[in-house]
């Protein structure tokens, strides 16, 4: 049997996206344990002012899904009156995000996901968030990762990003890509990603992209538009 060019060049894309999520999943699996004591400067230096921003703008949807829930971090951010769904695609990264929302005493739904492949029918969400997941995602996958937020969430509904970018400073930038190696190591995430590029070709609506510290963290406030 003959197999065509599309074939092929599907059969590429699907094995590049399962060995991408697979890699992310060996990081996090190997870094649980220690991901909230290596993330301490960072959390204490810049996300604790930022993460209730996020949260400020969806604070009306009734139903709000976390994408890359992580360990939790968010957790004490969500709005008292929102029923709150957590996903992660590594169980080690859930059990510490489980243990979070007793300490915090909220009530979260974590479910072990891909947010390649999320299981919720269509329009369950009023509203989604993802702070600091997609620069974890090669931006090859991002437009597919959008794509399935925005099919999950109501039209009309939003989504808020949280990531990081280069700094347009040049001596700041070269302290960044310095950094970059070990970020890579690490975290397997990059500081030059095209998030917002990504947002529009998968046809959603940045309504504000502004930077939320320094020029290195931007939120991108994006709206899902009425299917057509």
Avoid at 30 to 42: E, H, N, S, V
């Amino acid at each position: 049997m003959l197999i065509g060019a599309s074939e092929i060049i599907w059969d590429l894309s699907v094995d590049t996206t399962n060995q991408a999520t697979a890699d992310l999943r060996s990081i996090y699996d190997r870094i649980a344990p220690l991901y909230d004591l290596l993330d301490i400067p960072f959390e204490r230096g810049r996300y604790r002012a930022i993460r209730p921003g996020v949260f400020a703008e969806v604070a009306d949807a009734r139903r709000l899904l976390d994408c890359g829930i992580g360990t939790g971090r968010n957790i004490p951010y969500y709005p008292r009156q929102v029923e709150v769904t957590g996903i992660d695609q590594c169980q080690g990264m859930l059990e510490r995000a489980r243990r979070r929302a007793h300490r915090q005493q909220r009530q979260v739904d974590l479910i072990e996901a891909n947010v390649l492949d999320m299981p919720f029918d269509d329009d369950v969400f009023c509203a989604a968030t993802a702070t600091f997941l997609f620069c974890v995602l090669p931006d090859e996958i991002q437009e597919s990762a959008l794509r399935e937020i925005a099919r999950v969430v109501k039209p009309g509904g939003q989504i808020v990003l949280l990531e990081y970018q280069l700094s347009q400073r040049p001596w700041h930038s070269r302290i960044m890509k310095l950094w970059a190696p070990w970020v890579r190591f690490a975290y397997g995430a990059a500081f030059d990603q095209r998030t917002h590029e990504h947002v529009r070709k998968a046809g959603l609506i940045v309504e504000q992209r502004r930077y939320v510290h320094a020029d290195i963290i931007v939120q991108l406030s994006i709206t899902v538009p009425e299917r057509s």
